[in-house]
C-alpha cells in the first residue's frame, strides 16, 4: 500500500500532466497506485518513481490527455441527459398537473385580456434568463471553495436555455412595437402563448432540480473535498 | 497486423460481459482481468478503457459507486438494468461476428 505521500505525489503528477480536474485525477490516482503497486511487487527494487515513470508511459503519447478529452465529452452528455430525463418526468401523472393548471389558468387570463402577454412573457423570461446563470453562478462559486476544480460542472448546454427564448422574434419588438400581436390571430397566439410559457416554467423547474442534483451529487462522489466547507 | 486493432471493436462486449460476471469493478481491475483471463493475449490500454467506460456511463449502460480504499478513492463500475439487457444482444452479435469469420477462414465448417 502506498503512502499518503506517495498518494498525494500522484495527485501532484496528475496536475503537473495535464489532469487538474479533481473528479478526474480521483480515479487516475486510483488507478496509478494500483498499477504503481503491481510494478514495485513485481520488481523489490525498483523505485516509486521510477514504476511511475513505467506506468505513465503506458497511457501511451496523448497521456492523459485523451482521459479528459472522453470525460469532457461523457460530462456533456451526462448533464444533458440528466436534465432531459428530470424535464420528460415532469409529464408523468400526478406531476403534469402543474403544467396543466399553469397552460389553463394562462389561457384564462389571456382571454380576458390578451395584453396580460405581455406583462407574464417578461415575467417568465425574465426570471428564467436571470435565475439560471444566477443559480449557475452560485453552484460554481460553491464549488470553487473547495479549492478543487470539476470537469463534472459542465454546464455549457444551460445557456440556451436563457440566451435562445430571449433571441426569440418578438420579445424585444414587444416593447418597441405591437408585431407580435398583430403578426397572429388571437386564437394561434393565446394558446400558443400559454403553451410556450408553461413549457418554460416547466423547463426552468427541471433545470433547477437538475443543477440541485448535480450538487448534492458532488456532496456525495467528492466528499472528502467537500468536508473543508462543511 | 496488429492483434489490438483486431480486439478494438469487441472491448465494448468484452468489459460488459466482465461486469455481468463479476459484478461491480474498478478501472484498473478490469485490466488485470482481462490480462489474467486471456493469459497476455489481450492488453487493454489505459486509453481505450476509460473512455470507453464513460462514454457506457453517459449512455446509461453503466453506474458508479465511490468507496475509500485506505487514503484513495476507488470507482466502481456496474452494469444498470438497461446494461444487463444491452449485455445479452451484444454477446449474440459476437457470437454471429465469430461464427461469420469462422465461415470466411475455414469454408470446411460451413
Not at chain 1, 461523457?74 to 420528460?88: C, E, L, P, T, V
Not at chain 1, 410559457?197 to 423547463?203: A, D, F, P, Q, T
Not at chain 2, 486471456?38 to 464513460?54: M, N
Request: hydrophobic fraction near 45%.
Amino acid at each position: 500500500m502506498l503512502t499518503n505521500e506517495q498518494i498525494e505525489y500522484l495527485f501532484n503528477f496528475c496536475t503537473s500532466n495535464g489532469v487538474k480536474y479533481y473528479d478526474v485525477q480521483l480515479e487516475l490516482v486510483d488507478h496509478l497506485a494500483n498499477a504503481v503497486e503491481v510494478e514495485m511487487a513485481n520488481d523489490p527494487k525498483i523505485t516509486f518513481e521510477k514504476a511511475l515513470e513505467k506506468v505513465h508511459r503506458s497511457f501511451g503519447y496523448m497521456g492523459f490527455e485523451l482521459l479528459v478529452v472522453a470525460k469532457q465529452k461523457m460530462i456533456k452528455k451526462q448533464n444533458r441527459n440528466f436534465f432531459w430525463n428530470i424535464f420528460k418526468n415532469q409529464f408523468r401523472w400526478p406531476k403534469m398537473l402543474l403544467f396543466l393548471i399553469l397552460t389553463v389558468s394562462m389561457f384564462t387570463i389571456f382571454s380576458i385580456n390578451i395584453w396580460f402577454i405581455k406583462p407574464a412573457y417578461t415575467l417568465v423570461l425574465v426570471t428564467g434568463g436571470l435565475g439560471i446563470p444566477i443559480y449557475e453562478f452560485y453552484l460554481k462559486v460553491f464549488v470553487a471553495k473547495t479549492g478543487y476544480e470539476f470537469l463534472g460542472l459542465n454546464l455549457s448546454f444551460l445557456s440556451r436555455f436563457w440566451i435562445y427564448p430571449l433571441l426569440l422574434p418578438g420579445f424585444f419588438r414587444l416593447y418597441t412595437s405591437n408585431t407580435l400581436f398583430n403578426l397572429m390571430p388571437d386564437n394561434i397566439l393565446i394558446p400558443g402563448m400559454s403553451i410556450f410559457l408553461s413549457l418554460y416554467i416547466i423547463s426552468i423547474i427541471a433545470l433547477w432540480q437538475t443543477l440541485s442534483s448535480v450538487k448534492k451529487n458532488f456532496y456525495k462522489d467528492y466528499s472528502k473535498a467537500f468536508s473543508i466547507i462543511r | 497486423m496488429k492483434k489490438s486493432s483486431l480486439y478494438k471493436g469487441c472491448l465494448e462486449p468484452i468489459i460488459m460481459q466482465l461486469l455481468k460476471d463479476n459484478g461491480r469493478m474498478y478501472g484498473f481491475e478490469i485490466t488485470q482481468k482481462v490480462k489474467d483471463l486471456t493469459r497476455g493475449e489481450l492488453k487493454i490500454t489505459e486509453g481505450a478503457l476509460y473512455p470507453l467506460l464513460h462514454r457506457l456511463e453517459a449512455e446509461g449502460l453503466l453506474e458508479v459507486t465511490m468507496e475509500n480504499i485506505g487514503n484513495r478513492v476507488r470507482k466502481y463500475y456496474s452494469l444498470t438494468k438497461t446494461g444487463k439487457k444491452e449485455t445479452v444482444g451484444s454477446m449474440k452479435e459476437v457470437q454471429s461476428f465469430v461464427e461469420t469469420l469462422q465461415i470466411l477462414f475455414n469454408p470446411k465448417l460451413a
